[in-house]
């Protein structure tokens, strides 16, 4: 049986506009959806049903008036634990949590247009690391391949997007945290160019890298939400004629052989589709090292950002956790430089080949999700990182097929968020078909 | 006797435009002012006067065929010795030196546009300190004010230019080492907004504060170098209606009675011109603790910038300056990262300030030069370096009167460049009527 939950938001957002849905029914039946799943999936962490159905009662009192705010008035929404809803906790992951009085500038945009903060969804402790495995709260599963990870850090955002708890969520995504979990769970999760989301209110780990991006389960329903998180809409492109580039580098990156399987019968089809995909070598050597320096900016930063947290509740961060904080904050001042001026270099580079093709194109992660029990594998975020460093767009669409989820990444020019993703709706297009 | 020294660079280029002189003319007549004053003053390190002339030749024939590259045809400028003219030493102030094979972005785009490279000028080591007395190469004298400093660490750039050894040098500024030597020696200098003038083939200090600018005799000889640098033209401004801030934090800086003399009667010109001058607190509390994060910030990356030469050369690099240096490599990265962000803050706070005046006036320094002997006063750059933090642009001009030479600062808006030169040249009209 096919319920609300099952619609897609453009769907919702067309019902809600004719009438033949309320927000009511729309929250109620996500409610119900988080009640049923939850227990086995641990996606969501905090639910505001009375906050939700009060303002799911305005949205539908404003329909009724002719008074919509925009597209998304009356959809509820989901948010990663790292980012603050007023009055209701916020933990970062963490083992503590505090009541911030007001809303993050992201939630306050989205409650401005009267989408519907519904519930704060499971995360990776302090979004340092890709599992979304937490130890204060538990694991959290992968509703396409149970037993597996969900990828991380924005796991519980992937999962309620994949699962029908929330039609859109907010993550954030420092190496590729928005990104991974949307490959593992089989949705499409989009990184926008640095800055241009508000970070003001979301949990800092890392000022360089830092990064706040939406999660839904297609392009189109991502292109409905551009206009009220940037008010850039989304541009008509045409697959015909196209170059994207195929970074070299990618494939020193070991890429599974499921992964490559898919990923090329995806090239070959846009190939067919007319599109020129061209090798291009970025030249910044080994993805490896410059993960290691990323991760050393982010300790650093991360041991910065959470300083107070941590003095505070020192029993609220793991001993991993602390662990790289501690590496990150007494390792030398030349050498947190040297790793900044790595990544930036790697950045510059990126920006460049933007310049002669019109996106890039690569796997997401070299791998499909792993099982729960395994380890994290350490090139996880090699493919991701990359448009961190550089600021530049990223999204990541599922390739359709029966196999484990693989996510396709589509890299485009800094600011240009509005043409990439025009071009991932007509990769997704062709790949649908 | 006046010679073609004693005339301003617009002069020169008119001379040069009407063919009442030639190139070769005054590349002679500087390289004559050099030899004269030089032994003296020590601010000219290097003189290529075949290359000079070789090029004033060039410049004279291409004037003869009405092929004149730009206003700057002909014009003959000095460089700081961190900046490379190709097949001339760079030293950086350092006890050592290197031949560039390329010139540096901004060297050549002055070269593509006619202008000669005439001389390497005197410098404070690695452009880290405000006196220029180099403890490989001697001291700089001040000009206009002997046995004084002429400030740093652009000393020799703005010695050279007050003494009409070069009627343009260009410096660079990293915490005031352009505005503060131009004020010292009644000159004036302009730090542009970050980043609109290359650095490339600068010798790095700290990516984070340093910027490339000019210093010239008059903000009208300094308009005529913009178009040149920038492609921008500048704009012409009317004094009257001009709002200007006076930033409350200055007014705890400990002003030098004599500065603060020669600045109230230059405000009150103004305000008698029509400008409206209006306090503004900036917020950002105390302009030493910023200096301090700042000084922080510029070791540790001077540490890395460095790195290759302190290796090689150990000896090259006084111990105050290698002491300096590694303080900032072996401080912990998280001191840095809260530096950093501390002069970041600041930077914001400085921006958004400038969103509800027209600029912000203040003393380039809170002191005239002191004496050569004496200790550089610790404050020297709380005035300056404000402008790093926001990369905004600034400009010192002198304020015309008797006494020791007073700079006057003026900040404007983040790439409004245009715009503050505007004000700053009818600034400078008004003073000198």
């Known amino acids: 049986m096919t319920g609300l939950v099952d619609l897609s938001l453009a769907e919702m957002a067309g019902g809600l506009d004719d009438g033949a849905i309320s927000s009511v029914d729309l929250v109620t039946a996500h409610l119900t959806a988080i009640e049923a799943a939850n227990p086995i999936l641990n996606a969501v962490w905090d639910v505001d049903a009375d906050g939700a159905l009060a303002a799911a009662l305005a949205s539908d009192v404003r329909r009724g008036r002719g008074d919509s705010l925009s597209e998304l008035d009356g959809i509820p929404f989901g948010l990663k634990d790292n980012i603050d809803v007023a009055g209701r906790p916020t933990s970062d992951g963490l083992g503590t949590a505090w009541i911030p009085a007001g809303d993050a500038a992201i939630t306050e945009r989205l409650r401005e247009a009267g989408a519907i903060p519904l519930a704060k969804l499971a995360m990776h402790e302090a979004a340092l690391g890709g599992t979304s495995d937490n130890p204060h709260r538990g694991r959290v599963d992968n509703p396409v391949l149970p037993g597996h990870t969900p990828g991380g850090s924005s796991g519980g955002s992937a999962a309620a997007v994949a699962a029908g708890l929330v039609p859109l969520a907010l993550g954030t995504d420092t190496l590729g945290s928005v990104r991974i979990p949307a490959a593992y769970c089989g949705v499409v999760g989009f990184k926008p160019s640095f800055d241009l989301l508000p970070t003001l209110g979301v949990t800092p780990l890392c000022w360089t890298l830092d990064h706040v991006g939406p999660i839904a389960r297609s392009v189109i329903d991502l292109a409905l939400t551009l206009p009220v998180l940037t008010n850039m809409e989304i541009e008509e492109v045409e697959l015909s004629g196209l170059v994207l580039g195929w970074p070299a580098e990618v494939d020193a990156c070991e890429i599974e052989p499921a992964v490559q399987g898919v ?171």
Chains 1, 2 share one sequence.
Request: proline fraction near 5%; avoid cysteine.
């Open 263 to 433: 990923i090329d019968a995806a090239l070959d089809r846009l190939r067919a589709g007319g599109v020129q995909i061209r090798q291009v070598k970025l030249g910044f050597g080994d993805l490896s090292i410059l993960r290691r320096a990323a991760l050393l900016v982010i300790e650093a930063e991360g041991a910065v950002a959470l300083e107070k947290i941590w003095e505070d509740h020192p029993e609220a961060l793991s001993e991993t956790l602390s662990g790289m904080l501690s590496y990150g904050r007494d390792a030398a001042a030349a050498r947190y430089v040297k790793a900044y001026r790595r990544i930036e270099d790697a950045g510059e580079v990126i920006s460049a080949a933007l310049d002669v093709v019109d996106a890039l194109i690569l796997p997401t992660t070299p791998q499909t999700p792993f099982a729960a029990d395994a380890r994290a594998p350490v090139n996880q975020a090699d493919l991701t990182s990359i448009a961190n460093y550089a600021g530049t767009p990223a999204v990541s669409l599922p390739v359709p097929g029966g196999g484990a989820p693989v996510g396709l990444q589509l890299v485009g020019g800094f600011y240009e968020d509005a043409q990439l993703l025009g071009i991932a709706l007509a990769v997704e297009d062709l790949l649908r078909s």
